[in-house]
């Protein structure tokens, strides 16, 4: 039987190829020249190209065109011009080079050569033929790259734009990595020990789970190779732990869970907001964005990268405890307008996972209904007690 898809309403979509007003038509502007003129992963081919995602951000926050040409320049200042690839790729050998960041060139071209010779400029059937077809899709391997090629498929659909899109197919190629065969072999997916439907839960078993206790001296990226080389089975214990019994429920929970990662874990006055952590809650909000618009034998496999990824990124920090007590339920009267402008105006402006942490939350807030305020909560806490990221120990 199929797996049951997950059923949640299409975002608003911002079409700016068209719209006549000055702001969508910075927005387009902007994105193009970001497409012409900066490669997509940078500084030894160890950097992503954020200026898609603050753009959008920022845009779909209220950001006037002023504020758009700011976030460019602050952003272009610190990115690197295109560099030719080895060698063009063709449609007999475009798996060859995946997982080759020296092809982002390459692969910008060809999905490029593709769009205009088969599909009619149509991005979306550009990206349904190499995403979703196939031995072993591209959508089995979205969270390569901390989820970068996931966040930029997103934007594309977001604010219907093909440049992003074909970003977001050469990030898909160029970041994918070993992670897709977790989905892609059927193997790995086995019965647990246990089982639980709240990701929350199952993240507050993990954090008491003394097997994982003394596995890294510190906390950090770099740790997340090392649990799948020599701890997967433990972590693919939790992984096939989470039952997605009502599966829109479940997608629902996770993002709960992905605002929780954030914020719930960093102790009053410590500031210690986690860069990789981040991933989590942007690659979520990623895929609110994308469900509605992707095939539905696809849906619970999507959660279910991201849920592999949120396992990997918590122990690769020492799994800090879910503290609700983080969160002050007292907002002193302040509302999303309130967090809004601390996004467009505050002093972490120009800081692409701060605005778009902002995005996320909000979107969530507006998907499932926040009757408690809890997303908003979060978004308080959150623009108020941040002085910047921490990567590790």
């Given at each position: 039987?199929a797996?049951?898809a997950?059923?949640i309403?299409p975002?608003?979509?911002?079409?700016?190829?068209?719209a006549?007003?000055?702001?969508?038509?910075?927005?387009?502007?902007?994105?193009?020249a970001?497409?012409a003129?900066?490669s997509?992963?940078?500084?030894?081919?160890?950097?992503?190209?954020?200026m898609a995602h603050i753009?959008?951000?920022a845009?779909?926050?209220?950001a006037?065109?002023?504020?758009l040409?700011h976030?460019?320049d602050?952003e272009?200042?610190?990115?690197?011009?295109?560099k030719?690839?080895p060698?063009?790729?063709?449609?007999?050998?475009?798996r060859?080079y995946?997982?080759?960041?020296?092809?982002?060139?390459a692969y910008?071209?060809?999905?490029?050569?593709?769009l205009?010779?088969?599909?009619?400029?149509?991005?979306k059937?550009?990206?349904?033929?190499?995403?979703f077809n196939?031995k072993?899709?591209?959508?089995n391997?979205?969270?390569?790259?901390?989820?970068?090629?996931?966040?930029?498929?997103g934007?594309?659909f977001?604010i219907?734009?093909?440049?992003?899109?074909?970003?977001?197919?050469?990030?898909?190629?160029?970041q994918?990595?070993f992670?897709?065969?977790?989905?892609d072999?059927?193997?790995?997916t086995?019965p647990s020990?246990f089982?639980?439907?709240?990701?929350t839960?199952l993240?507050?078993?993990?954090?008491?789970?003394?097997?994982?206790?003394g596995?890294?001296?510190?906390p950090?990226?770099?740790?997340?190779?090392?649990?799948f080389?020599?701890?997967?089975?433990?972590?693919?214990?939790?992984?096939?732990?989470w039952?997605?019994?009502?599966?829109?429920?479940?997608f629902?929970?996770s993002q709960?869970a992905?605002?929780?990662l954030?914020?719930a874990?960093?102790?009053n006055?410590?500031?210690?907001?986690?860069?990789f952590?981040?991933?989590?809650?942007?690659?979520?909000?990623?895929i609110?964005?994308?469900?509605?618009?992707?095939?539905?034998?696809?849906?619970a496999n999507v959660?279910?990268?991201?849920?592999?990824?949120?396992?990997?990124?918590?122990?690769a920090?020492?799994?800090?405890?879910i503290?609700p007590d983080?969160v002050?339920?007292?907002?002193?009267?302040?509302?999303w307008?309130y967090?809004?402008d601390?996004?467009?105006?505050?002093?972490w402006a120009?800081?692409?996972?701060?605005?778009k942490?902002?995005?996320a939350m909000?979107?969530?807030?507006?998907t499932?209904?926040?009757?408690?305020?809890?997303?908003?909560?979060?978004a308080?806490?959150?623009?108020?007690d941040?002085?910047?990221?921490?990567?590790?120990?």
């Open positions: 039987m797996p049951a997950i059923n309403k975002v608003e979509v911002h079409n700016i190829e068209t006549p007003e000055k702001r969508p038509r910075t927005l387009k502007h902007l994105l193009r970001n497409h003129n900066h997509i992963v940078y500084h030894n081919l160890s950097f992503d190209n954020h753009l959008s951000s845009y779909l926050l209220g006037d065109a002023a504020h040409h976030i460019y602050v272009a200042s610190e990115l690197e011009p295109w030719e690839s060698n063009e790729i063709l449609l007999s050998d475009w060859d995946l997982g080759d960041k020296h092809y982002q060139r910008i071209d060809f999905y490029e050569d593709q205009a010779l088969r599909f009619s400029y149509d991005w059937k550009l990206v349904e033929e190499f995403m196939g072993n899709p591209l959508v391997g979205l969270i390569g790259g901390l989820g970068h090629p996931l966040i930029h498929l934007y594309a977001e219907d734009n093909r440049e992003v899109a074909i970003e977001a197919l050469a990030l898909s190629s160029v994918y990595d992670l897709h065969k977790y989905i072999d059927p193997s790995y086995k020990s089982k639980m439907t709240s990701p839960e993240l507050n078993k993990l954090a008491a789970d003394e097997r994982f206790d596995l890294f001296k510190r950090g990226f770099g740790n997340i190779d090392t649990i080389k020599k701890h997967e089975a433990l972590l693919l214990e939790y992984w096939n732990a039952e997605l019994a009502d599966p829109t429920r479940q629902e929970e709960e992905a605002v929780r954030l914020v874990t960093v102790t006055g410590t500031h210690a907001y986690n860069f952590t981040v991933h989590l809650l942007t690659t979520s909000h990623a609110r964005i994308l469900l509605p618009y992707i095939p539905a034998r696809f849906h959660v279910r990268e991201w849920w592999l990824l949120a396992l990997a990124v918590y122990v920090n020492l799994r800090p405890r503290d983080n002050p339920a007292d907002l002193k009267g302040k509302g307008s967090v809004e601390k996004a467009l105006r505050g002093p120009t800081d692409a996972h701060f605005v942490a902002v995005r909000r979107e969530a807030a507006l499932w209904g926040d009757v408690h305020e809890q997303y908003l909560a979060a308080v806490r959150f623009v108020d941040f002085e910047g990221w921490v990567f590790g120990g």
